[in-house]
């Protein structure tokens, strides 16, 4: 079955106040399903992401319970739409663990839900993969169960700042960014690390992403003298507000920043083709053609898996790629001990350069982010095929 932007579960999160999470999670009888929870903004103005990992979540789940399951076990993915909504990330949460008794954790999709949910889990000691940036989020000591599978904002941060300051040779930013707890994060890293570095921030702002004029915002960086606007927003819709307010003040100030910017929705919510015209989003080589138009080999085999069954059309490959990555990861720690907790987690600590579609993953007991740091680029935001990009000019 081919899986639309429409395609997807709409779990909903249970209310506050559940009972105590318990300290340890047992091993469940091996004729159980292996549950895994999801938790996912699959509506709401941050939903573009989540929808393309759900795709890659239903994907993998499909091809391994189809091939047998893990050890004889169907994998039943629990899903749970947190639209985007801390409270209802931790509600959510809750529920998992103490209900829903879930072997492991996928998600949140969101830096601002995770920061919410991160302690709960560690309290539980529920195993936990995620995708979310912001730094703090892995820390092995605080947090010894969680492991991210995405590059962290400080990756993202480096390849952003260094693509506006060394190849576009901006001396004067803006930076901008949504009202997330994510948003607000980014935008004090981004600056920190602006300056560091020597150009001026001549312009900064936190803009609720809803918002349906962005011209004063857009007016005072320009006034200002910003010569690349950075942006840090999973909101597509924002996103493409400020594209079409930089098209209709007449300015052609590039958009360095956050792989958002590059979604497969933003051509529907733009006036013209034209406006999505130098917009530069964080990328990855295993996403990415090369000059000759190819793929990496690991890359060009999934396309052809997903040919038919995976609509790529409206989002980003690598969203796709993480969410089959991540509901692997958890098959591979169960397939290799057992579904309890400390052994999910004994065996993601000892990973190795496992070859996942996104790109190949390494953790240790000391070091949860397991993204290879070179594998982050920037991509030509309008130069999509199949959710894959062009790398930027200057690579």
Known sequence: MKLTRRDFAKGAATAAGLSALPLARPAFAQT???????????????????????????????????????????IEIVTRDTQGDP??????????????????????????????????????????????????????????????????????????????????????????????????????????????????VVYQANIDATQPDLTPDMLRAKTAGAEVIIVWSTSTGLNARMFNTRAAMGWDVPFVGHPSMSAGDIPKLLEKPGNWDKVYAVGYRSCSFDANGKLPARTQELVDKLKGKVDLSDTLMWWVAGGIDAVNLIAKAVGDSSSSSDDIIKIWNSLSNYPGYFGDITFSATEHNGYPVNDVVMSAANTAKDGMFRLAPGY
Not at 61 to 69: E, M
């Open 32 to 74: 159980e399903p292996l549950r895994i929870g999801w938790l996912a903004a699959l509506t709401g103005p941050s939903s573009a992401p989540a929808i393309g990992f759900d795709r890659g979540v239903k994907f993998a789940t499909d091809a391994i319970n189809a091939a047998g399951g893990v050890k004889g076990r169907k």
């Open 87 to 200: 409270t209802k990330a931790v509600n959510a949460t809750q529920e998992l663990i103490s209900q829903a008794k879930v072997h492991a954790i996928w998600g949140p999709t969101n830096s601002g839900e995770s920061l919410a949910t991160t302690p709960i889990m560690a309290r539980a000691k529920m195993p936990n993969i995620h995708p979310c940036v912001i730094d703090t989020l892995i820390d092995p000591q605080k947090f010894p169960n969680a492991f991210r599978i995405t590059p962290s904002n400080s990756q993202w941060d480096d390849a952003v700042r260094t693509y506006a300051v060394k190849v576009l040779k901006a001396k004067k930013v803006a930076v901008l960014a949504d009202t997330t707890g994510y948003g607000v994060a980014a935008v004090k890293a981004s600056v920190a690390g602006l300056q560091k570095d020597g150009a001026e």
